[in-house]
C-alpha cells in the first residue's frame, strides 16, 4: 500500500462548515468556475455522494463518499480506477473561524507503475486539496 498526503490547507471557516460542505459534493460545483483548472481537470459531474472528473493525462476518475466521520474525516473509494484508490479528507479545527484540511491517499499500486505515476500523484494531491479549498473559499454563503 502506498500512501499520499497533500500539504496541510487552512481554510477560514469552521470544521462543522468545511465537513457541511464537503459532505455534499454538490457543493464543489463552484470549482467549475475556476479557469486554473480548465487545463488540469475537465468534464466535472457532481451528485451528493459522487463526483468525477477526466484529468489530463490519466483519464476519467471518480469518487464515491464511503463514510463521514461528523466534523472530522470524509472517507471516499475511487471508482474508474484499475486499482484500489482510497482517500480521506481530515479536517481540524485551530479556531472558531479557521480549519486544517488535508488529503490522504492509499492505493495499491504495482512497482512498476509507481515509478511513472508517483509524482503526478504527489503533485495530484495538492490540487485536489487546493481545488476542495478554492471551492470553500469561492462560494461567499459559507
Known amino acids: 500500500m502506498t500512501t499520499y498526503e497533500s500539504d496541510i490547507k487552512t481554510i477560514s471557516l469552521s470544521e462543522e ?21 480548465n487545463d488540469k481537470v475537465k ?16 483519464g ?38 479557521s480549519t486544517q484540511l488535508k488529503l490522504t491517499l492509499n492505493a495499491e499500486i504495482p512497482t512498476m507503475i509507481k515509478m511513472m505515476v508517483d509524482k503526478r500523484l504527489k503533485d495530484g494531491m495538492n490540487t485536489f486539496a487546493d481545488l476542495l ?8 454563503q459559507f
Open 43 to 58: 468534464d466535472l459531474e457532481f451528485d451528493t455522494d459522487t463526483c468525477s472528473f477526466t484529468v489530463s493525462g490519466i
Open 60 to 97: 476519467k476518475i471518480g469518487f464515491r463518499i464511503i463514510g463521514r466521520e461528523p466534523y472530522k474525516t470524509i472517507h471516499f473509494k475511487a471508482e474508474h480506477t484499475p486499482i484500489p484508490v482510497n482517500v480521506s479528507v481530515d479536517l481540524m479545527q485551530i479556531t472558531d473561524n
Open 17 to 37: 462548515v468545511v465537513f457541511n460542505v464537503l459532505s455534499d459534493l454538490n457543493n464543489l460545483r463552484k470549482v467549475t468556475e475556476n479557469p486554473t483548472l
Open 133 to 140: 479549498v478554492t471551492a470553500l473559499t469561492l462560494n461567499p
